[in-house]
């Protein structure tokens, strides 16, 4: 077989009289000349001797008394949350009626199966178990470090033994454990020496996971885009979906409140509490501002504070919803994305009440 590519062409270096065509292309080479037109001497040394000015010789600096500054007041994006909050009682009132599969003007939530949720109650649920199977370990390379990093900050990636680059979530467990939820690669566990993936061909119900939770018993809950949660007890995984009786398969936050209850909020289905035996959703029919939940904080008084996205922010005490939007001072509905509002919002509530 004939070689791709011919051999490279070796010039040697011409420092006396210098090359008048180029070897290479065969066009004539003209010399160099700067902008003041004489001629640049090129393959030797050349004698360089700098122009010095004295002193005396140069104008001194002209010197300019600064005037005074002008002081501007700063114009601060500060908002007074109004002491008359819009607050709605949790509509409680108890369904008499569920028929799956038949859309009544009771419900308000219907799944991708078409079947309707009730709301506001306490539903029994039970998730489906499905057998892990324990990927072996990789043993992981050494985290890699940029070429152009200015300072000492190393990474890890697919090629130090992940799944994916595209990392959604991070939880370090009571183990010290790191697990990494992604976008297509389901969850990464890494231990500082080994890697040990868990996608939908180890038992996870969906390979792309938007929160991680460790719950007080050590277990671990993945929630997914379209898997809902999967639970991980070390042994098997527990699925809970729309089949289950979750309002929705999208789970983009997970929160363990001070009494043990798990929160779930979903992107369309409000944000739901089970309690290890039911389930309860709370959506806009209850009192929350939306039903696409962010993301859940709770402060240290046991409220629940709930970003959305396009609805603000709702507080809930256990008894009544209180929202802040941009009719409360709020910079934005859609920009909530964070907890970390809620918490700011949460510091200065607290603040105001001491």
């Not at 799944?111 to 109650?121: E, Q």
């Not at 922010?313 to 809620?342: H, P």
Request: hydrophobic share 35%; net charge negative; proline share 6%.
């Amino acid at each position: 077989m004939p070689p791709l590519h011919p051999p490279p062409q070796t010039i040697a270096v011409n420092t006396k009289e210098g090359y008048v065509i180029n070897p290479f292309t065969g066009d004539s080479i003209q010399p160099i000349v700067n902008s003041l037109g004489n001629l640049i001497i090129t393959g030797r040394p050349v004698p360089a001797t700098g122009k010095a000015i004295h002193p005396d010789s140069v104008a001194p600096p002209k010197i300019i008394s600064a005037g005074k500054p002008k002081v501007v007041s700063a114009k601060l994006n500060v908002h007074e949350i109004p002491k008359a909050l819009t607050v709605i009682p949790v509509n409680k009132q108890r369904l008499k009626t569920f028929t799956p599969g038949v859309d009544t003007s009771s419900f308000v939530l219907v799944n991708s199966t078409g079947d309707t949720v009730p709301t506001g109650v306490p539903i029994l649920i039970k998730g489906k178990v499905v057998p892990c199977i324990q990927a072996p370990p990789v043993i992981a390379l050494q985290p890699d470090m940029k070429d152009n990093a200015s300072i000492n900050m190393k990474y890890l990636d697919v090629d130090q033994g992940m799944n994916s680059s595209h990392v959604l979530s991070i939880l370090e467990d009571s183990h010290g454990n790191l697990w990494f939820g992604t976008h297509d690669g389901g969850v990464s566990r890494y231990n500082g020496e080994t890697f040990t993936n868990f996608t939908k061909k180890e038992g996870l119900s969906d390979n792309i996971v938007y929160s991680i939770l460790e719950d007080s018993h050590g277990n671990l809950w993945f929630g997914t885009y379209l898997g809902g949660v999967s639970v991980y007890d070390g042994q098997t995984f527990t699925h809970y979906t729309e089949n289950e009786g979750l309002s929705n398969n999208w789970v983009r936050s997970i929160l363990e409140d001070s009494k043990g209850n798990i929160w779930f909020g979903t992107g369309g289905g409000g944000v739901s509490m089970y309690n290890g035996e039911t389930i309860t959703h709370f959506t806009k029919k209850e009192g929350l501002c939306s039903n696409n939940v962010r993301s859940i904080l709770e402060d240290r008084h046991g409220n629940l504070w709930i970003c959305t996205e396009g609805g603000g922010v709702s507080m809930y005490n256990g008894k009544t919803f209180t929202s802040f939007t941009e009719k409360e001072g709020l910079s934005n509905n859609m920009s909530i994305q964070s907890w970390r509002i809620a918490r700011a919002i949460c510091g200065l509530v607290q603040a105001m009440e001491e």
